[in-house]
């Protein structure tokens, strides 16, 4: 990547693409993120000023040189047409797997088990009961194909601003485009930060007058009745989480 300057000729010539940033290892190249642009999106990564996970491996990988470029699809139209086959490529290869934060913007659900393509395309809902009323988190942004059960976990039990924390919330609901991804008891709340975080990182701006649960997964009879199914719920109006089996 040394020569980068003589790519952007070429870049600008083959319309939209998908790339991939790869850490070179001997002979092999293996994937850590995945992206789509025109011109040369792809090499605007070697400039990184950030400070995440990404850029760090950027970074580092620039000065080994072992940082590769894999160009996966070009000469695509649209964007719209790179947008959907760059979250086909990330859902093939699994989001946990890779430093991309989302599959892609604008696409719609992605790589999902039988079950739940059932469950999108029947239309049917299921109601939280009341017995198991709590909070069903909105994890849009957070949530990933092929994520860990822990970073799952993770990714719901905090950081949140003003949730309600009396004994009426007892269970916690992951959910990504309406499916509940993983049922959670709600033993209590704490402050954010108060437990360790193995998964996930924040600054102190990110979590200060933030709450965060202390929990388990759910017994194994109220995970089946809600696990892989569409969340019926009322419209969140942009809100991370909603009240599910409650009168308010």
Not at 142 to 159: D, I, P, Q
Not at 210 to 232: N, S, T
């Amino acid at each position: 990547m040394r020569q980068r300057k003589k790519y952007k000729n070429v870049l600008s010539e083959i319309g939209y693409y998908i790339y991939a940033l790869c850490e070179i290892i001997g002979e092999d190249r293996f994937p850590f993120y995945i992206g789509k642009g025109k011109n040369d999106r792809c090499l605007q990564h070697l400039d990184t000023d950030e400070d995440d996970a990404r850029s760090k491996k950027i970074k580092s990988l620039i000065k080994q040189d072992r940082l590769g470029i894999d160009i996966i699809r070009h000469g695509i139209k649209t964007d719209r047409e790179a947008k959907i086959i760059e979250a086909t490529c990330i859902d093939l290869l699994g989001v946990g797997n890779l430093t991309n934060k989302v599959r892609g913007s604008g696409v719609d659900m992605g790589r999902v088990s039988l079950e739940e393509i059932y469950s999108l395309r029947s239309g049917k809902t299921v109601r939280i009961k009341s017995k198991h009323a709590g909070i069903a988190f909105l994890l849009n942004s957070t949530y990933k194909s092929g994520m860990s059960e822990l970073a799952l976990f993770e990714s719901t039990r905090g950081v949140w601003r003003n949730p309600r924390r009396d004994e009426s919330i007892k269970y916690a609901y992951a959910t990504y485009g309406g499916l509940i991804k993983e049922v959670y008891e709600i033993h209590g709340w704490v402050p954010a930060g108060t437990q360790q975080y193995f998964e996930r990182e924040f600054a102190d701006e990110h979590i200060a007058n933030r709450w965060e649960f202390i929990g388990k997964k759910a017994c194994q009879e109220v995970r089946d009745l809600y696990r892989g199914k569409i969340l019926q719920k009322d419209r969140s109006f942009g809100t991370p989480f909603v009240y599910v089996g409650t009168k308010g």
